[in-house]
């Protein structure tokens, strides 16, 4: 246990997306459970109802205080109550950070207030989202430190904050490049990177604010990552190489029954838990029956993530791929590309006669049983990654849900679509042998044969292919996840115990 502090403030400040809202959560009770410092999560209103409702339904996160941070969207061109990123298109999306710099004035009052209580003595430190680089500044005006705090891993954020701070990518029509921080053999292509990045000329407009907030975050006083050593040697190595910062590797941020995969009651909050105010797609239990009728290791898990979604031949596609694997497969399904993410499914959008072929019973079967299960918008991932039936994940490669399936020891079968998903995928293929790559791009174009070559390749029983290595090292990477959060001697559990010596003895 760290050396603890009777009085002492820390204030956390995450980006509004649930994929940073939720882990910022998580390393609140980290921090809480090892210390007795306070801890105050502040976001716009809507975020912090969110959190709060969490918060209430979990005993562990109940001493946990909120702040609201003054937030008016329609004054940054926003649609009213928009505060975070769910189900918004990429255009608004960068209006929204934009709009989070008018966060600073609130947070000022914020820490204003708290060192007012305090009879003069600012909070320990503030810990905020790497897009927050201006609470650098913030910190320093209140005589304080800050700490960058990034929700990816290593290997994804040093890809992407050194992608936007140095373009190396600039001027090459196509092939492979260096990117700084990096070693020489671990070359990048211009099929990893994103639209916006891949178009940014360093005044562009995700470029304007982008490359000012990571080079502020360079002043933190260091930085806190979702990872750990073991689990990303290469990625932790390129982020100290790249922020020239301490560099405290505290995860991953997963709930304790999850990473022991034990059947304890846990209420801690999972990294994808379903979000307040949203209605199930499906219920948990029916999930659990469809897998419980299917082999160990059999199972496709087919979900893009809160914020993805791919285009309507690439739907059409990945449905036909499915069926033709002949394999059992759960798929969380949302409208494609250029339709609202948040309504109805359209029958239009699949093959002719999909749905009712694949959820039927087949009678042919010794043990009658449905080959899928489709569900609208929202499934219970944590239960069905844990399900022993699970035998791979086709994944949008998000960190959170990296995280969930590794630590269960399902392999993926990647489709990054966003943000810094292509380098987690480059990272989990080339350097963990965990995952084979479908495609990169929601709008790439994906062949039915692809799909069904895929999930062969990574649920296959052939002795001695692809599939078997795949799922030897997703279990090898199991352990690491394990070994890292073990209490007393995991690599995280130390990492969490020094940084908090640190803000007590520095």
Not at 121 to 144: E, H, L, Q, Y
Not at 182 to 201: N, Q, T, W, Y
């Amino acid at each position: 246990m760290a050396p603890s502090d009777d009085g002492g403030h820390i204030v956390m400040l995450p980006f509004m997306a649930h994929g940073h809202l939720i882990p910022f959560l998580a390393l609140a009770r980290r921090i809480q459970r090892r210390s007795r410092f306070t801890i105050t999560i502040a976001s716009t209103p809507v975020n912090v109802r969110r959190l709060r409702s969490t918060a209430m339904a979990d005993p562990t996160l109940k001493a946990i205080n909120f702040a609201e941070l003054a937030f008016d969207p329609s004054a940054h061109g926003l649609p009213s109550n928009t505060e975070n990123t769910e189900n918004m298109p990429l255009t608004q999306m960068v209006d929204l950070c934009y709009a989070s710099l008018s966060l600073r004035a609130p947070l000022e009052s914020l820490v204003a207030n708290i060192t007012c209580r305090e009879d003069g003595r600012p909070p320990v430190c503030i810990i905020s989202d790497f897009f927050f680089g201006w609470a650098a500044d913030v910190a320093k005006a209140f005589g304080t430190r800050n700490y960058t705090f990034t929700t990816c891993g290593a290997y994804g954020t040093s890809a992407y904050v050194s992608m936007w701070l140095h373009l190396p990518h600039r001027g090459m029509e196509s092939g492979k490049f260096i990117v700084p921080a990096f070693p020489e053999r671990c070359l990048f292509d211009k099929s990893h990177l994103v639209g916006m990045i891949r178009e940014a000329d360093g005044d562009d407009v995700w470029s304007r604010f982008l490359r000012p907030q990571f080079e502020l975050t360079l002043n933190s006083s260091g930085w806190l990552c979702n990872t750990s050593e073991e689990f990303e040697p290469l990625g932790t190595a390129a982020l100290r190489n790249l922020v020239k910062r301490p560099v405290w590797t505290i995860g991953p941020l997963l709930p304790d029954a999850i990473v022991r995969n034990d059947d304890s009651s846990d209420s801690s909050t999972s990294i994808s838990e379903h979000r307040p105010g949203k209605p199930l797609g499906i219920a948990p239990e029916r999930c659990v029956e469809f897998l419980d009728e299917h082999p160990p290791g059999s199972v496709v898990y087919v979900c893009f993530g809160s914020q993805n979604t791919i285009t309507e031949s690439n739907m059409k596609e990945l449905a036909a791929g499915l069926e033709a694997s002949e394999r059992p497969f759960i798929w969380v399904m949302r409208p494609p590309l250029g339709f609202d993410m948040g309504g109805e499914m359209r029958d239009e959008w699949l093959p002719p006669g999909f749905e009712k072929r694949v959820t039927r019973v087949d009678e042919k079967k010794k043990k009658k049983k449905k080959r899928g299960l489709l569900v609208r918008d929202w499934a219970p991932q944590l239960e069905i990654l844990r399900h022993s039936s699970t035998g791979a994940f086709l994944s949008h490669c998000g960190w959170n849900s990296t995280l969930e399936s590794l630590s269960q020891g399902v392999p993926i079968i990647g489709w990054p679509m966003a943000a810094e998903q292509a380098y987690n995928a480059k990272m989990m293929a080339e350097e963990m042998g965990v995952c084979v790559e479908l495609a990169r791009g929601a709008a790439a174009e994906v062949s039915r044969e692809e799909v069904r070559r895929a999930i062969e390749a990574a649920v296959g029983d052939a002795e001695g292919g692809k599939g078997k290595e795949l799922r030897e090292r997703a279990m090898e990477a199991r352990e690491k996840i394990r070994r890292a959060v073990t209490e007393g001697e995991g690599s995280s559990v130390k990492a969490m115990d020094e940084f908090l010596r640190n803000l007590v003895t520095s």
